[in-house]
């Protein structure tokens, strides 16, 4: 386990010095005192804003989550809340070892098998990469018109559009039957490999036995809108720092060596459509994230803030600018649960760096052997 850990800690150390050595190679002329000055400049109530954006939706992954476990144990949303929180600053803090952390919580704190919060996590990924999939798909068919000089923009969000239906239907189906999808899966893959074989028929069969847990239509479809709603919350913060940005004009210097105003930043003209992909830069680059201190989700974000889409106009956006956006967005959007976090495991006497190894092992112990580790407070 450490040392697949080691492995993979040391395969996102080097994608990421490889894009901090790209960025540097093309931001060679970087100004420190305008990212200082576009910095000091941001409106504080619109970031508070954007905080508050974040945690509501904790409260609506707690809402969604008590959905999951209705046909098991009736549990009000509100005793959720803290696992979310706790279970979010774990994976600020800790990186991957973090990731079970919720689930964990929950089984512990309601007497439930962990296998079974294990499978609602995974159902609850899904879901989340469906309704992203589903926004950006549908914001890029519709708008990628506007983007006339970037021809793939359009193409990309039909490709979305096509994931975000594979998704719909693949869940459906292993809603109605897991079991036969699985057997026929198994079969198909049986004279490849028995072993592979049984990893994925085993990994579907727990992904539809979390499925099982909604047991109707409207179970289904409420989940699906929360989980929209969610990642509608997500990018209003997201507008709501990038609105924090005041209007400004770029000073630039002309080939006499003198300064000279440039174009108007308007970077608080940014709406749904824009925000929509800045979102899912982040969320691509989240793949490559250190514990506490992330990385992949702010360069792939300062990347696209900074690439051509965005750095003409009408919004112009520099090196500097967009620097200051991508540290802003992952303060506001991933790190500031860590307060109120710290906070609620200290009164719930939770140590977050050892039940982040625990359910980390359980985790991957009941990848291994499902079932072999329901956990019973």
């Known amino acids: 386990m450490k ?10 150390v080097a994608i990421l010095a490889l894009l901090i050595i790209l960025q540097v190679r093309h931001w060679h002329n970087f100004d420190w005192a305008k990212f200082r000055a576009v910095t000091s400049g941001v409106n504080i109530w619109s970031l508070a804003i954007a905080v508050a954006f974040t945690y509501a939706c904790y409260f609506l992954r707690a809402i969604r989550w008590s959905i999951f476990l209705r046909p098991t144990k009736h549990v009000p949303a509100t005793r959720l809340i803290v696992p979310q929180i706790v279970g979010f600053t774990g994976l600020a803090l800790l990186g991957r070892p973090g990731e079970f952390v919720r689930p964990y919580l929950i089984a512990r704190r309601e007497n439930l098998p962990f296998s079974s919060q294990l499978a609602t996590w995974v159902v609850e990924r899904v879901f989340d990469m469906a309704s992203v999939a589903l926004l950006l798909g549908a914001n890029l068919a519709i708008y990628g018109g506007q983007y006339k000089e970037f021809p793939w923009v359009g193409r990309a969000g039909y490709a979305m559009l096509g994931l975000s239906v594979f998704l719909a239907v693949a869940m459906i189906g292993l809603w109605r039957n897991a079991a036969f999808i699985a057997n026929t899966i198994q079969r198909l893959l049986n004279p490849i490999s028995k072993k592979v074989a049984e990893s994925v028929c085993s990994k579907v069969r727990a992904f539809g036995e979390g499925l099982h847990t909604l047991t109707d239509y409207k179970a289904f479809l409420s989940v699906a809108v929360l989980s929209m709603a969610i990642w509608l919350c997500v990018a209003e913060s997201y507008i709501h720092v990038l609105h924090a940005y005041p209007q400004s004009v770029v000073t630039t210097i002309s080939d006499s060596g003198l300064p000279q105003l440039g174009a108007t930043v308007r970077l608080h003209e940014m709406h749904l459509p824009d925000v929509l992909i800045v979102m899912s830069a982040s969320m691509f680059g989240s793949v490559f994230q ?88």
């Open 3 to 12: 040392r697949n850990h080691a492995i993979t800690t040391a395969v996102v």
């Open 290 to 377: 250190l514990p506490g201190v992330g990385g992949g989700s702010q360069l792939f974000v300062i990347s696209v803030l900074s690439s051509p889409l965005f750095a003409s106009e009408p919004y112009n956006i520099t090196k500097e600018l967009a620097l200051s956006c991508g540290m802003m967005l992952w303060l506001v959007t991933f790190m500031s649960v860590i307060p109120l976090g710290l906070i609620l495991a200290h009164f719930n006497r939770i140590s977050l760096r050892a039940i982040g190894e625990e359910s980390e092992e359980v985790a991957e112990e009941e990848i291994a052997h499902p079932h072999a580790h329901d956990l019973q407070s």
